[in-house]
């Protein structure tokens, strides 16, 4: 099957904030980079943050290390046309570009993350390294619930708010629908962040390996200048009214009602 335009791919997440292409890379690049990211995991490197969690292992570094010649795949997995189109065109505003990168090795059964947005605006571009189903705690998405998010944290910025306060964690009177992102090792999920989404459970036995990348996203304000103007702005004091306590939860553990499908 034919990759997709970048194109339409922007127009897919402009509507829906998340799309899915299932084996994107060919199974030969993939095991290339599985190898590779072996190796990263096992590696002392400077600039490599290693957090073991309870359900495995996770990575955190700039993007420059792609340029080390042991992560050659990794680096062009991101560098593809497809990715630097889409990353370019979703959001003309946007400054950075693929700066960080997060490698994820889970072999313990653990229920991964919690449903939320994430504080900090990004487009994130997800490769599978290992076969990731339902079972392997498939990465899940309310398609569509970026725009009342990013259209939340934009109101709270405007009034002065700081998005330390923004509510990213859904109420339990927020209902909505996670779909789950399955497919084998090489497919590639393109989400932007402001939508609700989460990791499933990883089950007994199963495991779950990926590499994601991020290219921070800009909005109106976002910038700098309207941030500082927006402190002084009389209507920063309707913040508790736009945001009433008890609506959200700020970085707790508060559950929704949630129909997965």
């Known amino acids: 099957m034919a990759a997709p335009s970048a194109e339409a791919v922007v127009g897919e997440l402009n509507e829906r904030g998340a799309i899915c292409l299932p084996s994107f890379f060919d199974a030969p690049f993939v095991e290339d980079m599985r190898g590779e990211a072996i190796t ?39 560098a593809v046309s497809l990715v630097r189109e889409v990353a370019a065109g979703y959001n003309p ?6 700066d960080t990168a997060t490698i994820t090795y889970d072999k313990k059964p653990y229920k991964i993350t919690d449903v939320h947005f994430d504080i900090e605006r990004s487009l994130k571009f997800m490769i599978y390294l290992s076969d990731v189903y339902k079972e392997n705690a498939a990465f899940r998405y309310c398609l569509g619930s970026h725009r009342e998010n990013t259209k939340l944290r ?60 991020r290219t921070l996203l800009s909005g109106w304000y976002d910038d700098h200048f309207l941030r500082y103007v927006a402190r002084l702005n009389p209507l920063q004091f309707l913040v508790p009214l736009i945001v009433p306590a008890g609506r959200r939860t700020t970085g707790g553990r508060a559950m929704a009602r949630i129909e997965v499908h």
Not at 41 to 47: A, D, E, N, P, V
Not at 93 to 98: E, V, Y
Not at 169 to 192: C, H, K, N, Q, V
């Open 93 to 98: 505003k946007s400054k950075a570009s693929l």
């Open 154 to 213: 934009n109101r709270l910025l405007l009034l002065g708010g700081s998005l330390w306060n923004l509510p990213t964690i859904p109420d339990a009177s927020e209902d909505f629908i996670l779909t789950d992102m399955e497919g084998p090792r090489g497919t590639l999920i393109i989400f932007d962040t402001d939508g609700f989404h989460s990791a499933g459970s990883l089950e007994q036995g199963k495991e779950r390996l990926l590499i994601r990348a």
């Open 40 to 78: 990263l995991l096992s590696s002392q490197i400077s600039g490599v943050k290693k957090n073991e969690l309870s359900s495995g292992t996770r990575l955190r570094f700039d993007s420059k290390v792609f340029r080390d010649p042991r992560f050659t795949h990794l680096g062009q997995a991101f």
